[in-house]
């Protein structure tokens, strides 16, 4: 039998559970009959739910998945002569198998960043050749919220990165994968951090925060949403029976559950992160600003632990590595961590 404290681990916050209110959402759906594809009321609460946070500009396309939704996003602004701008450690570029490249047809063109987050100073020098027809053409720009290295970005470096955009005649697209966490560190509506910022198209994730599975593609802007039923379609992501999907968006979005859950996933990892710092063998390589922690830790101390916990390395060479906390972390799971540090430290 598996090792339980391995199972209960800080992996991912992809391994936690369901919260309670949105398992009974998806239960609640499942009464008798609905018309399919979306056509049924939970989608329609679902998508007024969705406007509710991010105003009416907000139009929600349903989805299975957080690749599904990055690819279906890209390609509803971009053609395949165009090119996607990406850090070097972006969910796309490392994480989706190639899907958004495949999918979109477009050059994918990464930048390397010392905290996995763009600037309007590192995109510039990338933005050339427009109008030549032996180049690909720079039309969109990816950044992931929280980014691949747990750093968060504010909203005045989101606006900088859009107004950049938009004076080139492209289009800026945010993967909120984490985007409840980033929200809670910075005290802020996900209102203000996408739309309010100029953001043009949003994956919308919660299956990190507290739901069981389903991303919304959000668009903001009405030439872009022209096409997105489309996309979805013939990327195989229009469930059937889309209430199930749908309707944990209801009480995800309800009474600020989504911040609750990413604010108790801050917490616990900032819990964590104090109890690292009283070791002076532990250095950490990013800032902590959500719910993941990057450190580099001695190889006895290392190995130690990976026979208690499993967790991935983040970069082998250094050993770096990242753990995640969930909504669902326990005082008990923190507190389990501290005695183990201190048993291989002592």
């Not at 002569?81 to 796309?92: D, L, R, V």
């Not at 190639?98 to 995109?123: Q, W, Y």
């Not at 989101?158 to 909120?176: E, Q, R, T």
């Amino acid at each position: 039998m598996q090792n339980w404290n391995k199972m209960r681990s800080f992996a991912s916050d992809n391994n936690s559970g369901v919260h309670p209110l949105v398992m009974d959402a998806v239960v609640n759906a499942n009464d008798n009959h609905a018309i399919g594809y979306g056509d049924d009321p939970w989608t329609t609460d679902a998508v007024n739910k969705i406007k509710s946070v991010f105003g009416e500009v907000a139009s929600p396309f349903f989805v299975f998945n957080g690749t599904g939704a990055n690819s279906i996003a890209l390609q509803a602004v971009t053609r395949p002569f165009n090119s996607i701008i990406c850090a070097e450690t972006a969910h796309i570029n490392v994480d989706e198998c190639g899907a958004p490249a495949r999918m979109t047809g477009c050059a994918v063109v990464t930048i390397s960043t010392p905290d996995g987050k763009l600037t309007p100073e590192l995109i510039k020098p990338r933005l050339h050749n427009f109008g030549v027809c032996h180049h690909s053409q720079p039309k969109a720009v990816y950044i992931s919220q929280v980014s691949e290295l747990g750093t968060v970005y504010t909203i005045e470096e989101v606006k900088a990165i859009a107004d950049l955009l938009h004076s080139n005649s492209m289009y800026l697209h945010m993967d909120g994968a984490r985007l409840a966490n980033a929200c809670a560190y910075l005290k802020c509506s996900m209102k203000q951090l996408t739309v309010d910022a100029g953001v043009d198209i949003l994956s919308f994730g919660g299956t990190k925060n507290g739901m069981m599975m389903g991303e919304a593609v959000v668009s903001f802007r009405p030439e872009i949403t022209e096409n997105l039923q489309y996309y979805r379609k013939q990327s195989a992501q229009l469930a059937s029976k889309l209430r199930y999907l749908s309707a944990q968006f209801i009480p995800y979005l309800e009474n600020n559950l989504w911040l609750e859950n990413a604010l108790r996933a801050n917490i616990s990892a900032g819990k964590l992160a104090e109890i690292l710092k009283q070791y002076p063998q532990v250095k950490f390589t990013q800032k902590i600003e959500s719910n993941q922690l990057f450190f580099t830790i001695p190889s006895e101390a290392l190995k130690k632990l990976q026979e208690e916990y499993f967790f991935y390395m983040w970069n082998e060479e250094i050993n770096e590595v990242r753990l995640v906390t969930s909504w669902d972390t326990t005082g008990e799971d923190i507190a389990h961590f501290e005695q183990v540090l201190k048993e291989i430290f002592a």
